[in-house]
């Protein structure tokens, strides 16, 4: 393979592990990284000195996981240091720091599709953007993980961005504001947060349902929200639920975010998946066959995030391989992946209806940040049968739950572990609920 498919395949590879870290480990312990060959089932991967060891013995794991995965079959990981492979060098690649922009930048009205199921969340975004405060506020969007919110806000952005340069537009996770202002309360800077968010023209608040049950946070936002509105300035939400689905919003945000436009996403139907598959294809540079555009809308129902992780796949199989992209090829190719996802989501389901009927703890109640006891302690119960009775990493895991960083995983299966030792009848019953499930 020539080396331009090294850094196609490496580039591939960093997309995935960026989910998974900040952009400071990437940048400092993996994008240092070359590829130096790839063979039947093992990557050869250089590092610079400094890094080699501890990105070995920190990143050695995922970075197999990650190559068998873009590359489509089980790979081993050897890492050697730079200077025992002194004649390789390849083009440098673009800064951490841009990345978030570029991928924002690629989220436009002009490469959203749009259908039935989206087709009034789209109209009302392009409305907003198009008259700004006017229409639709708030604008309040809201459907499952994977149908195209994030892609609609980033519409919005780059729209307006254009439009009117002088604007200014604040795009941020209710994540992010909640790091922000507690850290603004720690500092005890607060008017430096207020000062930068009730002075936007435009404020788009992403995956809003983070602020349940975080009492400090929403009174925060609910003033933010009121300033903004006041001086009429646009504001758009979205989540993954209805305004009134949010357990713990206050009902005053909940009456406000209700005040504008709602509009929900559905899943998508056969025709409107193949049309976007066929986009997201395109958008890629690879040519797809209809006959794979179809096995793919067939496979791939729920989350179109799933797309780019296949198209990926197949891509990188094709370009080693020098196979053509068939049906036969995708076929072989991701036969696996749709497998393992479909039997893992069916698992992962169970285990949360395990969980609500043992300690009547919802799923939602389950990927929120709450830390009562009980709610707690049912996630330390489904962390660790999952880890059991899945091949989801410790990250992925993590993921689930909306967790950065797989710490918490491991002190949930400590927990387990230890309750197993002292009490032989939860021990009992642990083991059969993971014979159960793997059956
Ligand atoms: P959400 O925020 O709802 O979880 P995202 O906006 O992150 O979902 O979308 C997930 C992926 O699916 C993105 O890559 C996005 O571009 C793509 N996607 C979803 N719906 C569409 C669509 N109608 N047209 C094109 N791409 C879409
Ligand atoms: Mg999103």
Redo the contacts with the bound molecule.
């Keep these: 393979m020539t080396e331009n498919g090294f850094v196609q395949i490496k580039n591939l590879v960093l997309e995935e592990l960026k989910k998974l870290y900040v952009p400071q480990t990437v940048s400092l312990w993996l994008e240092p990284m070359k590829i130096v060959s790839v063979g039947k089932s093992s990557v050869t991967l250089s590092f610079p000195q400094y890094a080699k060891t501890f990105a070995e013995a920190q990143y050695g794991e995922v970075l197999r996981e990650k190559f068998s995965a873009v590359l489509g079959a089980e790979m081993d990981i050897v890492v050697v240091s730079e200077e025992e492979v002194p004649e390789l060098d390849m083009p440098e690649e673009k800064e951490v720091s841009a990345y978030k922009m570029r991928f924002s930048k690629?989220?436009t009205f002009e490469?959203?599709?749009?259908?039935k199921s989206?087709q009034l969340a789209?109209s009302a975004s392009l409305a907003v953007s198009q008259h700004p405060a006017e229409l639709n506020n708030p604008l309040y969007l809201y459907?499952?993980?994977?149908?195209?919110?994030?892609?609609?806000?980033?519409a919005i952005v780059n729209k307006l961005r254009a439009d009117h340069p002088e604007f200014n537009i604040l795009y941020v996770t209710a994540e992010e504001f909640t790091t922000e202002l507690i850290d603004s309360l720690a500092k005890k800077q607060p008017m430096i947060f207020r000062e930068k968010y009730r002075t936007v023209d435009v404020l788009l608040v992403?995956?809003i349902q983070f602020i349940s049950g975080k009492m400090a946070v929403q009174e925060e936002f609910f003033h933010t929200f009121d300033t903004l509105f006041k001086l009429n300035k646009q504001i758009i939400i979205?989540s993954?639920c209805a305004p009134k689905d949010i357990g713990n919003l206050e009902d005053r945000l909940k009456s406000r975010f209700e005040m504008g436009l709602v509009a929900d996403?559905q899943p998508?139907d056969m025709e409107?998946r193949i049309a976007?598959f066929k986009?997201?294809a395109m958008d890629f540079g690879y040519n797809v066959p209809f006959e794979v555009l179809y096995y793919l809308a067939e496979n791939i129902t729920t989350?179109?995030?799933q797309?780019?992780g296949s198209l990926k796949k197949l891509k990188a199989h094709t370009l080693i391989t020098g196979e053509q992209c068939n049906y036969a090829v995708a076929r072989k190719v991701l036969t696996d992946f749709f497998e393992q996802a479909k039997s893992e989501e069916s698992v992962i389901d169970r285990i949360f209806e395990l969980a609500d009927k043992r300690y009547g703890v919802t799923k939602e109640q389950l990927k929120s940040s709450k830390r009562n006891a009980e709610i707690t302690v049912a996630r330390h119960f489904c962390m660790y049968l999952i880890r059991h009775t899945t091949d989801l990493s410790q990250n992925s895991i993590a993921k689930l739950f909306n967790k950065k960083d797989h710490s918490t995983v491991i002190n949930s299966i400590g927990f387990i572990e230890r309750k197993m030792l002292n009490d032989p009848n939860f021990k009992r019953d642990i083991e059969h609920i993971i014979a159960e499930l793997r059956s």
């Design positions: 690629d989220y490469n959203f599709v749009v259908g989206n789209q459907g499952p993980s994977g149908l195209g919110k994030t892609h609609l806000l980033f992403d995956d979205a993954d996403i998508p409107l976007i986009r997201k989350n179109i995030r797309i780019e």
